[in-house]
């Protein structure tokens, strides 16, 4: 008799232009994380595979995105949250590309007027970062505020987002 060993999730590090990423996938091989290194959501399940196959089709559309070729993905997702959480990830991916949000405006958009903190809380717990584009959404005043990859990488990918014309 064998043993069987199930596989909880899989993760492959890959380099991007804004630096090292952490691609994390479920055993049905659907993107649970897409992080930054040191990225504080990053936990990885016990029996966690090294292998960059089920990544093939996530890196072929972040390579996309990259060279400015794709405007939105098309991958099998599985972030987990909170119902809340979930919600606020589901608005950003309403936002077009090249633009950006407040987070009162994605609060508001949930029926939530007042919960823009909980909006930025909710930001900052998104594991996919770039596909679910927390980064698309800015404070009150315009100004960039935090990201998980830091501001240089949110900056970089506004600008990626605006085809040259420097949102910031």
Avoid at 66 to 95: C, K, N, S, V
Avoid at 114 to 128: D, K
Wanted: charged content about 20%; proline content about 8%; hydrophobic content about 35%.
């Amino acid at each position: 008799m064998t043993e069987t060993t199930v596989v909880s999730s899989y993760r492959h590090d890959v380099d991007s232009p804004i630096g090292p990423l952490v691609l994390l996938a479920d055993a049905d091989g659907a993107l649970t994380g897409l992080l930054y290194p040191g990225h504080r959501t990053i936990t990885l399940a016990e029996g966690s595979v090294a292998d960059p196959a089920p990544f093939r089709p996530v890196q072929g559309q972040l390579e996309e995105y990259f060279a400015g070729e794709r405007t939105d993905f098309d991958l099998p997702m599985a972030p987990r949250g909170t119902p809340f959480q979930r919600e606020a990830w589901a608005q950003l991916r309403l936002i077009p590309y090249g633009q950006t949000r407040t987070y009162g405006q994605i609060a508001a958009s949930l029926g939530q007027p007042g919960a823009a903190r909980a909006v930025g809380l909710a930001n900052n717990r998104n594991p996919i970062s770039i596909i679910v584009p927390c980064h698309r959404v800015i404070g009150s005043t315009g100004a960039l505020t935090g990201y998980g990859g830091g501001i240089e990488a949110k900056k970089y990918l506004l600008d990626l987002e605006s085809r040259g014309s420097t949102l910031f």
